[in-house]
């Protein structure tokens, strides 16, 4: 693995505000990158928190909502909507 990481990840939160809470979809990935790598983020919406230390691994956690909606098209919703991690 390369020492930049690219996360591709269209979405860190995902909400749409339109009836009830929908469903919250939650997707983890861990990257083993050595010392002085890149991580690089395309996101479309949401908050962005970043927690550093010392060590060879990226975890990323994406947490996906979608708010106010039916519960049917709120997963109809997170389907349609990819992720994509390199």
Not at 7 to 23: E, K, R
Not at 70 to 82: C, V
């Amino acid at each position: 693995m390369s020492s930049t990481i690219a996360a591709t990840i269209l979405a860190a939160a995902f909400s749409l505000v339109t009836a009830s809470a929908g469903p919250k979809d939650v997707t983890e990935r861990s990257f083993n990158i050595p010392a002085g790598g890149t991580l690089r983020m395309d996101v479309d919406r949401g908050p962005i928190h970043i927690i550093t230390e010392n060590g060879d691994t990226v975890n990323v956690r994406v947490v996906r909502e979608v708010k106010r909606t039916s519960e049917k098209k709120a997963r109809e919703i997170l389907d349609s909507h990819i992720l994509t991690f390199d």
